[in-house]
């Protein structure tokens, strides 16, 4: 359900016990108040860390259009990067010890509350109004409405006035800022629900009636769960493409890998934000082109349409032509080059996932047998599809050595949106739009009910391609 993550209700007593210690006097606790640990916005470390990330990661000092999400986007990566997590029993000998941002930033280590005080209080000091600024106490469920445990995590409200999560415990964070009513919603294998949020200035409940607990402390609702460890480091955040809200799928995907493979290859954020931005495309221009998703066509009864030999050559054909496209346009303009390299980055990883297997085929596994069985939720195959992007890079580099220096140098356009908008992939693509419609989409979920009582004629085993050849066929 969405939540009011500006917060329901204030809360006035801001006093919290337990969380801070006298020295030398380890069972003496300090009552602090909550707000103390989101510092103010002209605090001089914060101001400190701000001006070095200004001068080694162009963090913008300006206010034109987009650069306060920028600078959102800058320094969840610099927390992500800078922080290990550390669990406080580990670190305190505490259950629950509080750091506040300048003791993070010296011990460079700490756990969720600790990471999130720090990011929060950056994203004020950089200029962020503190009221597009929470830290949300709550609890984080599975796919089965099992808590995970209590959790800590900063809020920012975008550009667009959508409050997004910063998870700050993730030591690789996502090429966008994940929605947080959607992170909440259990439409992947974890759930966020909020209890409480505070910034610098006041402590809110989120609930939708307002229940008086007498003699209980003010964040009973977060203390219980938190007693319970949960580390989110692992975590691999979807950042919300297109295709998510159309299915309701938000596990991660072609966005995400995209964008673990070009970091790690040390492409810049800005390219990297076309090219992950383009991984997701094939499934809007490209919807009914089988081979651009390695897969074999079926008929409209989800009956299979082509032999095993018919496919892959299809598929093999259509990755070597855009292979050839991408090179031949990216020595003209480098931006359309990482378009069209985030395009068929989606294709070569779908030889991973997808296996040659029919439409048909993939909508009965996911429909009908569960997302369990779903190849694209399978970890072994999306560990392969990561594993497959970086061998297509390297075989870019290797045979298109110049063309791939090109794409690895781009720094940007200078424009405030770096990603192609749709007439320009339309033209790239010789498209005039998608083709993939809410019909489209329907038809292949009714795919599912087709296939059911003929898959054993036309079974998934008979269908399967090598993917190691076919995939060495490709970068040979």
Sequence with gaps: MPYNWEGDYIIHDTVIKKKRFVIGSANRQIPTDIREWVSSPDNTVMKEILRKLVSDDGLPRTKNPGDFDRRAMILWNFVARAIRYVHDSKKQRKKDFWLFPSEIYTLRQGDCEDGSFL?????????????????VLGEVFDENDKSLGGHC???????????????????????????????????????????????????????RERTFHPGKHALYRYEGPRKRKLNMRDTILPSGGWLSRMTGDWEPGHLEVTTEALKSRGFSGNAITIAADASQDPDFYSWSVAASHAQTENDPEGRTAESREQAIGNYVALIKSRTTQLCRIARQETRKGLFLLGYVLHSIQDLATHKGITNA????????????????????????????????????????????????DYRGSGFPLERLLPNEKCRVLGASGWDLTPAAFLDYNGLADKYRPIAGQYPVEDTIWDTEEVFASLVK
Excluded at 119 to 135: D, E, K, N, T, W
Excluded at 362 to 371: E, P, Q, V
Excluded at 372 to 394: E, I, T, V
């Design 153 to 207: 995590w900063p809020l920012y409200k975008n550009e667009l006035g959508v409050w997004c999560i910063l998870e700050s415990t993730l030591d690789t964070v996502p090429s966008r800022m994940p929605e947080a009513n959607l992170l909440a919603q259990g439409r992947q294998s974890f759930r966020y629900v909020p209890y409480y949020c505070f910034n610098n200035f006041h402590l809110w409940e989120i609930a």
């Design 361 to 408: 085929q993939h909508s009965y596994l996911s429909r009908l047998l569960g997302k369990k069985n779903d190849p694209d939720h399978d970890a072994a195959n999306r560990a392969k599809a990561g594993d497959y992007s970086l061998q297509y890079l390297d075989y870019l580099q290797r045979e298109f050595a110049p063309v791939y220096q090109s794409l690895l």
């Design 119 to 135: 990011l929060a209080s950056l994203l004020i000091a950089s200029g962020i109004s503190p009221f597009c600024v929470r830290v």
